[in-house]
C-alpha cells in the first residue's frame, strides 16, 4: 500500500454551522458530559457530583446484579482528586463473567473506560489479575505494577448491529484472583469522531485502545470538564519521557488566546490541551516510544501555532514518523494562527523503537522551530466481537432467568465473551445461536418456563434433577430438538401429543416425575431412532393393562446396525437412601453411550485411546479393578488409563451411570475423570495424570523416590489435610455422598510440584459392584488389608467412618512412614501399625513411633501429638467413636496453622477461601 495513503491532513472539515448543530445534539447543561454519557462509581450506594471534577457520578447497581461493594480506605490518601477511587465493586463468587449492561443504539460509536484502583481494598498481599471484556471480545488483561497505582483500560468501538445493550465484563483469568472494578465512563461518539477515517477506521468489527494521550507543555491533568468525555491527558512538561533530551531542552509556548477547532470535527481534543504546546530553539523535537512497541498504532498529533508573532514563514517543519514519507507543516498555512489542526497516521509498520521525528525544514529556514501541542496513540485492533447472540435467543434466556432466581447471576451476553457454563452455542452462523442448554441438577424450582420454547435452534434440552413441577410448557417451535431430558423432577400433567410431532426429537426421557393419564399411542409406536423411558415412577401414567407399560422403556428399531441409546436412570444416588427405586433397566446388544451433557467425562474411542496410550505400553499401576496404563491426549494433555479388569464390570447402562456421577465429582483435591472408553466389552476410565506418584511411594515404596524427594513433615501435613479435604468433599457435597471404600496411601497421588495431594479411584468400588454393595453388602468384604474398618468387617455396614478408619491409617503411615501390616517384623504384636501405635503412644513413646525424616523436620512435638490424637481417634474400632471427615479437615487446618504454614494457604470454610482458593470445589452436580 501506498505509505502516503495512511496520512491525511485535514482542512476544514466542517462549517461552524454543522459545529454549531453537533454541539447542540450532544452537549446537554446541567448533565455530566454528553447526552447519553454514564460515568459510573463502582461500588458507591448513591450519586453524587463531584466536587473537584464536577461529575454527576451515578451508583452502579442499576447496570449489574453480581458482586458486592467494598471500600478503599487507601484512596483517599493516595489521589484525593479521584472520589471514583474510594469504593469498588468486586466479585467473589466464583462465576465466572460480571457484566455492566449499558443501554446502547447498534452501529454507535462508544468510548468506553474501565479504571481500577486496588489499593488493598480486600486487604490481601498481592494484587488481583483479571480480565476485561467489551461485547463479545475479552479486551483486556488488567493487572498492577504497584497496588496503590490506578490503571485504566479505555477502549473506542462501535457497537454491534440490531442490539440495544453493550456489555463491559470481568472475568477471571487462570490465577481465579477475584476481579473488581473502581469506575466506568461510557460515552457516545459522534459518528465523524475518527475524523482521520478510513482506512482502517474504527468500524464495525474494530475498535482501539487508548495508549497516551499527550499534552505538551500542559502543567495538569486534564479530564472533565475540560474534556467532556473525561478522557485523561497527561501533562508533559520539557523534561518528558517521551522526548529525546536535547541541548537546549524544548520550550513551553502557552496562549491565554482561544483555540479554533474548526480543522477537527467535532470537539475531539478539549482547549486546556491545546493551548499549549512545547517547541525548541534547536532543529528537532523527537518523540520517542517504548522499544517493546508490537501493536498497530493509530496516532494522531495535534499543533497549533500558539505565538502572536507568527506569520506565515516564521515556523516550517517537517514530521518523520518511520517508513513514512515527511510531511511538510506549515502552522499558518495549514490552518491558522490559534488554530488546531491535526495530522493521522493509521498504520505504522512495525519498526523496534519507533519515534516521530519533528524537524526543521533546511532549505526553507524558519527561524521558528517545530513545535507540537498533544498526541494521541491509540492500539488498534481488529475482529472486535460486537456480533452478540440472537436477539430471539437473548430475549429467551433473559426471560428464563426471570422464571428461576438461582440464575441470577449469570449476567450478559449468553454465548460470548464466554457463554454460559450451561449453554452451548453455534458461531458458525453471523450470530451465535444456543443450540443446547444444560440445566441439570441446577435447583431449579417451579414449573417449566414456556421461554425454552423460544429457543428455536435448540437440540438438546436438558433440565433432569431439578425440582420443577407443574406441565410441560408448549415447545412445538423446537423443531431442531433432538434430546429432551426432563426425569427426575416433579412433572405432573398429561404428556402432549405434540411430543410425537416434534420432527428431530431422538430421545424424551421423563422418568421419574408424577405425569399422568393414557400415553399418547404415537410416543409407542413411534418410528426412527427412538428412545422413551419413563419409568421407574410415573405411577399414574398410561394404562396398566397396557404391557408395553411394563417395561416404561421404548427403543425404537435398530438403524444401520447399531443401536444407539441414551439410558440414563438413577444417576444421582444418595447412598444412604435405603430404598431402592422402581425398576432396573433392561440393557442389551451393544450399547454406547452418549452423553447428554457436556461438562461430564468425555467418550474416547477404543482406537483414540490405543493411539493415546501407545497401545498399552505403559503400565503405571496395578489393582483390585484392573491395570493402569500412561498416555497422552491428542491435545497433549497427559492421562492415566484404568482399564477394568473385565471379571469385575457391570452391564453398560450402569457403567455410563457411574461415570456421569463420578465425572461431575469435582474437587481440587480429588483426581478429576477426564474421559472413558466403552467399546468391545472394555470398559476404561481416564483420568488426570500425577506426575509424582503416590503417598505410599514417598513414604515407604519406592526407595528411588524416598531417597530423591524426601516428605519433611511440613510436606507430610499438607498432604494430609488435602486428602482429607479431598474425602470430606466426597462424603458431604451439596448434592451427594461417596463413600472411597478404598482409602489408602496409594490411593493419594501428589501432583508435580508436590504441593496439591489428590484422592485416586474415589466410586470405583460403587462402579463395580454396584449401589447394593454400598448400603447392603451380601457378598465378600472389599477394601485392602491393613485399612479395613474392622467394623464394616464384622458387621458388613458401610458407613462413611469407614472411609475415616482408613484415613487414620494413612495418617499413622504419614508419621512413621511405615507400612500399615509388616509381617517382617520379628515381634507379632507389631505388625499392625495401629495397634503399635496406640500401644507406643499410651507409654508416652510418641518417640519410638516417627519416621526418621519427621523426627530430623524442625516440628513442634504438641502438634505431632494433636496430629497422632487425630490418627488415633480415626482407627477407633468402633465407628461411633471416630470423628468425621469435616471434624478431621478442621483439627488437621488448625494443626496446620499452628505448625506455622503459611496461613493463607488454609482459609477457614466459612471465609470466602474455600470457594475462591479451592476455586475448583465446584458443586459437582452444579458445575461452575
Ligand atoms: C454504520 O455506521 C456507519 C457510519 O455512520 C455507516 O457508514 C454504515 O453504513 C452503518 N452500517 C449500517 C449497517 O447501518
Ligand atoms: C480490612 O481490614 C480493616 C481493618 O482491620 C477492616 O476494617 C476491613 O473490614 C477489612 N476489609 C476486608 C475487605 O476484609
Ligand atoms: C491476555 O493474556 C493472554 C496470556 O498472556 C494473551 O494470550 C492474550 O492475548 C491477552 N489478551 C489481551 C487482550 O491482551
Ligand atoms: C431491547 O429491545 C427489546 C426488544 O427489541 C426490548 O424488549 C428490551 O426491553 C430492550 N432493552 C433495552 C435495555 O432497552
Ligand atoms: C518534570 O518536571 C516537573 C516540574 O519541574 C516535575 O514535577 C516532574 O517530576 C519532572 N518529571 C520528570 C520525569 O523528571
Ligand atoms: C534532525 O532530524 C533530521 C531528520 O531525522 C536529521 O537528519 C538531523 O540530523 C537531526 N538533527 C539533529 C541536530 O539531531
Redesign the pocket.
Known amino acids: 500500500m501506498d505509505k502516503q495513503m495512511g496520512v491525511w491532513t485535514v482542512k476544514l472539515l466542517l462549517t461552524a454551522v454543522l459545529k454549531a448543530l453537533v454541539c447542540s445534539l450532544y452537549i446537554v447543561p446541567g448533565v455530566s458530559g454528553i447526552q447519553g454519557s454514564i460515568f459510573v462509581d463502582c461500588g458507591s450506594n448513591a450519586g453524587y457530583r463531584d466536587k473537584v471534577t464536577n461529575i454527576s457520578w451515578v451508583p452502579d447497581a442499576q447496570y449489574i446484579t453480581t458482586g458486592v461493594n467494598g471500600y478503599v480506605p487507601s484512596a483517599q490518601t493516595n489521589y484525593p482528586n479521584f472520589s471514583e477511587f474510594t469504593t469498588v465493586r468486586y466479585f467473589p463468587d466464583s462465576t465466572a463473567k460480571n457484566c455492566y449492561s449499558f443501554p446502547a443504539i447498534?452501529?454507535?460509536?462508544y468510548l468506553m473506560r474501565g479504571t481500577f484502583f486496588y489499593g488493598f481494598y480486600d486487604n490481601a498481599t498481592t494484587t488481583p489479575s483479571f480480565q476485561m471484556g467489551i461485547d463479545g471480545t475479552i479486551v483486556a488483561n488488567v493487572t498492577f505494577n504497584d497496588p496503590v497505582t490506578f490503571v485504566y483500560y479505555e477502549f473506542t468501538y462501535?457497537s454491534g448491529?440490531n442490539t440495544n445493550a453493550t456489555f463491559l465484563c470481568l472475568l477471571r483469568d487462570s490465577s481465579n484472583s477475584i476481579p473488581f472494578i473502581s469506575a466506568i465512563s461510557f460515552s457516545p461518539l459522534p459518528?465523524?469522531f475518527f475524523y482521520c477515517s478510513s482506512p482502517p477506521a474504527p468500524?464495525?468489527g474494530y475498535y482501539a485502545q487508548t495508549k497516551y494521550r499527550l499534552n505538551f507543555g500542559g502543567n495538569r491533568f486534564v479530564r472533565y470538564p475540560d474534556d467532556i468525555y473525561d478522557r485523561y491527558w497527561y501533562p508533559e512538561g520539557s523534561n518528558s519521557t517521551f522526548l529525546e533530551s536535547t541541548t537546549p531542552p524544548p520550550q513551553i509556548l502557552t496562549t491565554n488566546h482561544n483555540i479554533d477547532e474548526n480543522n477537527i470535527s467535532p470537539v475531539v481534543i478539549p482547549e486546556a490541551v491545546v493551548d499549549t504546546a512545547l517547541t525548541t530553539t534547536g532543529e528537532n523535537i523527537t518523540i520517542i516510544f517504548p522499544d517493546d512497541y508490537t501493536f498497530k498504532p493509530y496516532v494522531i498529533f495535534y499543533y497549533a501555532e500558539l505565538d502572536p508573532t507568527a506569520n506565515a514563514t516564521s515556523r516550517q517543519f517537517y514530521i518523520q514518523v518511520p517508513l513514512y514519507e515527511a510531511v511538510f507543516i506549515n502552522p499558518i498555512v495549514n490552518a491558522s494562527q490559534f488554530s488546531v489542526s491535526p495530522v493521522c497516521y493509521t498504520d505504522i509498520p512495525y519498526v523496534a523503537g519507533w519515534d516521530i521525528v519533528l524537524y526543521q525544514d533546511q532549505t526553507n529556514y524558519s527561524p521558528l522551530g517545530p513545535l507540537v501541542n498533544a498526541l494521541e496513540v491509540l492500539e488498534i485492533s481488529e475482529n472486535l466481537m460486537t456480533i452478540l447472540t440472537n436477539h430471539e435467543d437473548v430475549l429467551a434466556i433473559e426471560n428464563i432467568k426471570l422464571s428461576y432466581t438461582n440464575l441470577a447471576n449469570w449476567t450478559g451476553d449468553p454465548c460470548v465473551p464466554t457463554p454460559h457454563p450451561w449453554v452451548t452455542c453455534s458461531t458458525s452462523d453471523t450470530a451465535p445461536i444456543i443450540t443446547q442448554v444444560d440445566l441439570s441438577d441446577y435447583n431449579l424450582v417451579g414449573p417449566i418456563s414456556p421461554n425454552f420454547g423460544d429457543l428455536l435452534s435448540l437440540t438438546s434440552l436438558a433440565l433432569q434433577y431439578n425440582e420443577l413441577n407443574g406441565s410441560l410448557p408448549q415447545l412445538t417451535r423446537l423443531t431442531n430438538l433432538k434430546f429432551l431430558q426432563l426425569q427426575n423432577n416433579m412433572l405432573s400433567g398429561e404428556l402432549p401429543a405434540w411430543l410425537a410431532s416434534l420432527p428431530s426429537l431422538k430421545d424424551l426421557l421423563i422418568q421419574n416425575n408424577n405425569f399422568s393419564g393414557p400415553i399418547p399411542p404415537s410416543l409407542i409406536s413411534h418410528s426412527g431412532a427412538w428412545t422413551f423411558v419413563y419409568a421407574p415412577g410415573n405411577p399414574m401414567l398410561g394404562s396398566r393393562t397396557s404391557k408395553s407399560t411394563n417395561i416404561g422403556i421404548i427403543i425404537g428399531p435398530i438403524i444401520g446396525g447399531i443401536l444407539v441409546l441414551v439410558i440414563i436412570i438413577g444417576v444421582i444416588v444418595y447412598f444412604q437412601v435405603q430404598n431402592k427405586r422402581g425398576k432396573t433397566t433392561k440393557t442389551s446388544g451393544n450399547l454406547q453411550m452418549m452423553k447428554s451433557s457436556h461438562q461430564g467425562a468425555k467418550f474416547y474411542s477404543l482406537a483414540q485411546v490405543t493411539v493415546a496410550s501407545d497401545n498399552f505400553k505403559t503400565m503405571i499401576g496395578k489393582g483390585g479393578f484392573g491395570h493402569v496404563y500412561y498416555g497422552k491426549l491428542e491435545d497433549g494433555q497427559e492421562v492415566a488409563i484404568k482399564v477394568l479388569d473385565v471379571k469385575s464390570t457391570q452391564g453398560p447402562s450402569k457403567f455410563f451411570n457411574e461415570v456421569d456421577v463420578l465425572s461431575r465429582v469435582k474437587h481440587r483435591n480429588l483426581v478429576s475423570l477426564i474421559g472413558y472408553c466403552h467399546e468391545d466389552n472394555q470398559q476404561m476410565l481416564i483420568y488426570e495424570f500425577m506426575h509424582k506418584g503416590s503417598l505410599r511411594d514417598h513414604l515407604y515404596g519406592d526407595p528411588t523416590m524416598l531417597r530423591i524427594e524426601k516428605l519433611d513433615w511440613k510436606s507430610r501435613m499438607n498432604i494430609a489435610l488435602n486428602a482429607a479435604q479431598g474425602l470430606e468433599y466426597l462424603h458431604s457435597g451439596s448434592n451427594h455422598s461417596i463413600i472411597h471404600c478404598d482409602v489408602k496411601s496409594s490411593n493419594i497421588l501428589l501432583s508435580n510440584n508436590m504441593e496439591i495431594a489428590k484422592v485416586a479411584d474415589f466410586g470405583l468400588s460403587r462402579l463395580i459392584y454396584g449401589e447394593d454393595h454400598i448400603t447392603h453388602v451380601t457378598t465378600d468384604v472389599k477394601g485392602t488389608t491393613g485399612y479395613l474398618d474392622p467394623e464394616y468387617f464384622t458387621t458388613q455396614y458401610l458407613s462413611p467412618k469407614s472411609d475415616v478408619y482408613g484415613f487414620g491409617v494413612v495418617l499413622l503411615e504419614i508419621i512413621s512412614g511405615r507400612m500399615p501390616i509388616d509381617s517382617t517384623l520379628p515381634n507379632g504384636n507389631a505388625w499392625n501399625l495401629c495397634e503399635w501405635v496406640r500401644s507406643n503412644l499410651q507409654a508416652g513413646n510418641i518417640d519410638k513411633i516417627l519416621d526418621p525424616i519427621v523426627k530430623a523436620s524442625n516440628l513442634q512435638i504438641d502438634v505431632l501429638w494433636k496430629v497422632a490424637k487425630i490418627a488415633i481417634q480415626c482407627v477407633e474400632p468402633k465407628s461411633i467413636h471416630r470423628p468425621t471427615m469435616t471434624k478431621v479437615v478442621e483439627e488437621l487446618r488448625a494443626a496446620v496453622l499452628q505448625e506455622g504454614l503459611n496461613s493463607s494457604e488454609y482459609p477457614q470454610s466459612d471465609t470466602y477461601g474455600i470457594e475462591d482458593e479451592y476455586g475448583s470445589q465446584i458443586d459437582p452436580f452444579n458445575p461452575r
Not at 106 to 109: C, F, I, K, L, P
Request: cysteine-free; charged content about 20%.
Open positions: 447498534s452501529n454507535q460509536t462501535v448491529l459518528d465523524d468500524n464495525q
